[in-house]
């Protein structure tokens, strides 16, 4: 069975830092998703990478396969950028997901 | 296009009562899955579907949990004699393969 750690677990930081969540796997995986979930409960997936790094907007992530680790970045941080922010893995394509606790991400202006 | 819908947004039942709760995909996807969301906890699998293979059901917490989905559309979940401890925000997700996309959930509360 695959274990899915975050760090951190909650997150303050001021309006226009550079942000970063880490995520750690134990067993290899197909592809690693990270999602978004706003304070009224909804699920935004990110990004899906199975190497490499993507990025969107002010959103990176990278994923080191041989390390079993991920980081999503924010950088220029802004409020609306609150949310919890969750790390989840596919150990087959297609498969299900196995998630992370999340990291409850505030951003202060 | 349309999204992941799921209905009802809102269930309130007494302990013991059966619930069903509906998921309608987006269309054209082979995979959906149902999750679970306890209040303060993390998103649990309960069950996946992909084409016509056999579902894995491998995430249900009891046999009073089932789920059925009709070909490539709609699906179903579920919960018989209903306890407390069920309640949670139940989510559907749809995937193309490469993205999950997810539904509203439905809240479910159990008296």
């Known amino acids: 069975k695959n274990e899915v750690e975050q760090s951190p677990q909650n997150l303050t930081a001021q309006e226009g830092e550079f942000i970063t969540i880490n995520c750690s796997y134990s067993?290899?995986?197909?592809?690693l998703h990270w999602l978004q979930q706003h304070p009224g409960g909804g699920i935004v997936s990110l990004f899906m990478?199975?190497?490499g790094k993507k990025k969107h907007g002010r959103l990176i992530a990278t994923i080191n396969i041989q390390e079993k680790h991920s980081s999503l970045h924010i950088t220029a941080s802004h409020p609306r950028d609150s949310a919890v922010y969750i790390c989840?893995?596919?150990?087959?394509?297609?498969?299900?997901?196995?998630f992370g606790e999340g990291t409850q991400l505030t951003v202060n202006p | 296009g349309a999204g992941v819908s799921q209905s009802p947004s809102n269930k309130v039942t007494e302990k013991g009562k059966d619930v069903e709760l509906r998921c309608d995909p987006i269309?054209?996807?082979?995979?959906l899955y149902w999750y679970r969301q306890r209040l303060g906890q993390g998103l649990e699998f309960l069950i996946y579907?992909?084409?016509?293979?056999?579902?894995?059901k491998s995430g249900l917490p009891s046999d009073r949990f089932s789920a059925e989905r009709t070909g490539e559309s709609v699906s179903t979940l579920t919960i018989q004699r209903t306890q407390q401890e069920d309640s949670a925000v139940y989510l559907c997700?749809?995937?193309?393969?490469?993205?999950?996309?997810f539904g509203p959930g439905t809240r479910l509360t159990v008296l």
């Open positions: 997700a749809s995937s193309n393969r490469y993205t999950q996309y």
């Open positions: 067993v290899g995986i197909s592809a």
């Open positions: 990478l199975s190497s």
């Open positions: 989840a893995v596919e150990e087959t394509s297609g498969s299900r997901l196995t």
């Open positions: 269309s054209g996807h082979t995979a």
């Open positions: 579907f992909q084409g016509n293979s056999a579902p894995d």
